[in-house]
Nanobody, 128 residues
Framework: EVQLQASGGGLAQAGGSLRLSCAASGFTFSDHAITWFRQAPGREREAVACINTGDGSTHYADSVKGRFTISSDSPRTTVYLQMNSLKPEDTAVYYC?????????????????????WGQGTQVTVSS
């Protein structure tokens, strides 16, 4: 069974750091696009960062460029989101989502509809 397990959320002060993890169970991220999305109360879900494990290319939302870094481990079983210089507006539930490029469809890194597998979400709260 394909599963994603998101973890690493918590409480941080503004200017602090957190690292989120998205672990794959039952498969490896051999040729996948993995995007971290977030959703704050009363706001629409937004894409934060994406990594394509096939070529290592990455994408970031303008709001997190220079502060967040997405990466994957060598076995390609875990994707990380290193979040530095956190701001109160980063407070949200963060979800990881993955889709295989071998599925044959188009994948738009910032579109939730492109992704078929989702983790359960992890809460990030940044205090001012």
């Amino acid at each position: 069974e394909v599963q994603l397990q998101a973890s690493g959320g918590g409480l941080a002060q503004a200017g602090g750091s957190l690292r989120l993890s998205c672990a794959a169970s039952g498969f490896t991220f051999s040729d996948h696009a993995i995007t971290w999305f977030r959703q704050a109360p009363g706001r629409e879900r937004e894409a934060v960062a994406c990594i394509n494990t096939g070529d290592g290319s990455t994408h970031y939302a303008d709001s997190v460029k220079g502060r967040f870094t997405i990466s994957s481990d060598s076995p390609r079983t875990t994707v990380y989101l290193q979040m530095n210089s956190l701001k109160p507006e980063d407070t949200a539930v963060y979800y990881c989502a993955s889709e295989s490029w071998r599925s044959g469809g188009s994948i738009y890194w910032d579109s939730a509809d492109s992704f078929g597998s989702w983790g359960q979400g992890t809460q990030v709260t940044v205090s001012s």
